[in-house]
Protein backbone atom coordinates (compact mmCIF):
# COMPACT_ATOMS: atom_id res chain seq x y z
CA UNK A 1 0.00 0.00 0.00
CA UNK A 2 1.22 3.20 -1.32
CA UNK A 3 0.45 6.31 1.36
CA UNK A 4 0.53 9.63 -0.62
CA UNK A 5 1.12 12.96 0.40
CA UNK A 6 -2.24 14.36 2.72
CA UNK A 7 -2.94 11.23 3.51
CA UNK A 8 -2.57 9.57 6.72
CA UNK A 9 -3.27 5.47 8.02
CA UNK A 10 -2.90 4.81 11.57
CA UNK A 11 -2.52 1.30 12.45
CA UNK A 12 -2.75 -0.01 15.94
CA UNK A 13 -0.79 -3.02 17.31
CA UNK A 14 -2.38 -4.97 20.43
CA UNK A 15 0.21 -8.18 21.68
CA UNK A 16 -1.71 -9.38 25.31
CA UNK A 17 0.89 -10.70 27.24
CA UNK A 18 1.16 -12.05 30.81
CA UNK A 19 1.29 -9.01 33.34
CA UNK A 20 3.86 -8.97 36.64
CA UNK A 21 2.58 -8.57 40.30
CA UNK A 22 1.08 -5.52 41.32
CA UNK A 23 4.38 -3.55 43.02
CA UNK A 24 3.36 -3.41 46.58
CA UNK A 25 3.03 0.45 47.60
CA UNK A 26 5.56 2.34 49.73
CA UNK A 27 6.87 5.37 51.54
CA UNK A 28 10.35 7.40 50.78
CA UNK A 29 11.54 6.04 54.74
CA UNK A 30 11.26 2.84 53.51
CA UNK A 31 14.03 2.99 50.49
CA UNK A 32 17.80 3.01 51.42
CA UNK A 33 19.55 6.28 52.45
CA UNK A 34 16.31 8.23 52.51
CA UNK A 35 15.73 9.76 55.94
CA UNK A 36 12.28 11.53 56.24
CA UNK A 37 11.19 10.77 60.09
CA UNK A 38 12.12 14.49 60.85
CA UNK A 39 9.96 15.81 57.73
CA UNK A 40 7.20 18.52 58.60
CA UNK A 41 4.23 20.06 55.98
CA UNK A 42 5.72 20.86 52.70
CA UNK A 43 9.09 19.84 53.22
CA UNK A 44 11.99 19.30 50.32
CA UNK A 45 13.87 16.27 49.63
CA UNK A 46 17.52 17.17 50.09
CA UNK A 47 20.66 15.43 49.05
CA UNK A 48 23.47 15.41 51.98
CA UNK A 49 26.64 14.82 50.86
CA UNK A 50 28.06 14.58 54.10
CA UNK A 51 25.99 11.66 55.43
CA UNK A 52 25.42 10.31 51.88
CA UNK A 53 21.85 10.71 52.39
CA UNK A 54 18.46 12.08 50.67
CA UNK A 55 17.23 13.96 53.81
CA UNK A 56 13.34 15.80 54.25
CA UNK A 57 13.49 17.77 57.10
CA UNK A 58 12.31 21.35 58.88
CA UNK A 59 15.39 22.59 57.53
CA UNK A 60 14.55 22.87 54.15
CA UNK A 61 11.03 23.35 53.15
CA UNK A 62 8.89 25.49 50.43
CA UNK A 63 8.41 28.54 52.91
CA UNK A 64 12.17 28.55 54.31
CA UNK A 65 13.10 28.05 50.25
CA UNK A 66 10.76 31.15 49.40
CA UNK A 67 10.66 33.60 51.94
CA UNK A 68 14.78 33.07 53.27
CA UNK A 69 16.18 31.83 50.45
CA UNK A 70 17.44 34.59 48.68
CA UNK A 71 15.77 35.43 45.51
Not at 51 to 67: C, M, N, Q, S, Y
Request: charged share 15%; no cysteine.
Amino acid sequence: MVIGEGQSQIVEIATPGPQGPVAPPFNLGDLPNVKVASAVNKSLLYYDSSTAEWRGDAIHTVITLTDGGGF
